[in-house]
């Protein structure tokens, strides 16, 4: 297995939850630089001081762009220049359902979790060796009653890893597909509706319990070092499939 030491990993979505998880991750595997993207300059500031804080080897800085939005996606990739892994964790949150789900919120969700990664392996240029993650999530193997949307978009997802893994050979490009995972994405919920959702979905699962984001991480961590798998998907769902 190759090593991330002096690997340039770039983590769209990567000032908070899984992605600032892989992005520490990737510090603690001797990557360097680590490039952290995200919509929010506060927030990506933020970010960087936190992992610096961590006292690691390696340089760490920041860029802001707006994942919906394929001129800022371009903007970024020519400022980044030449990089080894990309890692796309970069999501957003809409907060409807079917019947309610309007097109125009399909649409936003097809396009941070679609259009931007597929503008991001048009674009980057990334060295031999090297690898795009994308991320996914349970809906495709077990959708939720109202996330038909949720499940097209992953089922989606699903299909563009391996039509990449084609078109992009012999740069590799697979994808994670984590379940529950306790970020702060919740955190904008009363405290015991968060509490009582965790524990309602925890129960479904053959381990009982969310995952933490540091654990979600490490399989990006696997995906962007092991240099003979491409066109994949791996799910750190807690065992939700079989449950």
Excluded at 90 to 109: I, L, Q, T, W, Y
Aim: some cysteine; overall charge neutral; hydrophobic content about 45%.
């Amino acid at each position: 297995m190759s090593t991330l030491e002096n690997k340039t990993v770039v983590v769209i979505g990567g000032s908070s939850g899984i992605g600032f998880a892989v992005a520490l991750a990737s510090l603690q595997s001797f990557a360097s630089p680590v490039i952290i993207a995200s919509s929010s300059e506060e927030r990506v500031k933020k970010a960087v001081e936190r992992l610096k804080a961590h006292n690691l080897p390696g340089v760490i800085r920041g860029e802001v762009v707006d994942a919906t939005n394929s001129a800022s996606i371009k903007d970024l990739i020519g400022r980044l220049g030449e990089v080894d892994h990309i890692v796309w964790t970069s999501g957003n949150k809409v907060n409807a359902h079917f019947p309610d789900f309007e097109p125009e919120m399909g649409r936003a969700a097809f396009d941070v979790r679609f259009w931007g990664p597929f503008t991001v392996a048009q674009t980057a240029k990334i060295r031999p060796g090297g690898s795009l993650v994308l991320t996914m999530g349970p809906s495709l193997i077990r959708p939720q009653p109202t996330m038909s949307v949720w499940a097209s978009v992953t089922g989606a997802l699903d299909g563009l890893i391996r039509g990449l893994a084609v078109d992009l050979a012999p740069i590799r490009v697979n994808a994670v597909s984590p379940g529950g995972v306790d970020t702060e994405f919740f955190d904008d919920l009363p405290s015991n509706t968060k509490d009582v959702l965790l524990k309602n979905y925890s129960d479904k699962l053959l381990i009982k319990r969310f995952g933490q984001p540091e654990e979600i991480a490490m399989a990006y961590i696997f995906l962007m070092k092991c240099g003979y798998i491409t066109g994949q998907r791996i799910d750190v769902d807690g065992g939700i499939a079989l449950a």
